[in-house]
């Protein structure tokens, strides 16, 4: 492993800065939920776009068995990303209220289930009747009040971001590099060779 003098000093300068833009990201999102998802959709429609044009490109020029279906798929993406970022809200509240559909379906089914099989513990029922129930009525405020949905998914985003700010940051300050250690050939050599 090397030691903290051996890295170049750009590693943690990097570190330091990717973890306070992380941070500053994080509060950003925190105050202003909504514009923050909205820039999402419009970053994820982009990316969409360019892989649309991939595809269709694949398909035009390159002569093989897949030609039409990556040109279909191409176009379908182009498609698709063109409407989501002709309209980032309509798209923003539809993708919120996708959440709130699937949170009530598997609220649905956690209830069912808690209450068919009588073979788990009761503490096992009443709590999986509970996290269905809590799902459920999460699911229902959501889909009343969209906003509220995309405060929470920002929130989600923004405390993870957060995080992961605070411990990059840490680590360019402390001087480690964010990565799993391996072992040297060398210390592999001497560990064997002390086996009995």
Known sequence: MQSKTDQPKWIFAAQIG????????SILILINPIISIISLVVL??????????EKVITGIFVKNRSRFSNLGLGILVIILALVAMTF???????LVILVAVALLFDGISRIVHGLRHKN????????????GAFEIALSIVILASPAFG?????SIIAI???????????????GRRMSIPLVDSDDKNNSSSNRP
């Open 18 to 25: 990717i973890g306070v833009l992380a941070i500053i990201l």
């Open 44 to 53: 994820v429609s982009v990316l969409l776009l360019i892989v649309g044009i």
């Open 88 to 94: 980032p809200v309509g798209t923003s509240v539809f």
């Open 120 to 131: 788990q513990s009761k503490l096992d029922r009443v709590f999986t009747i509970g996290v």
């Open 150 to 154: 995309f405060g929470l998914v920002a």
């Open 160 to 174: 993870a971001l957060l995080i992961t700010g605070i411990q990059i940051l840490v680590a360019g300050l402390t």
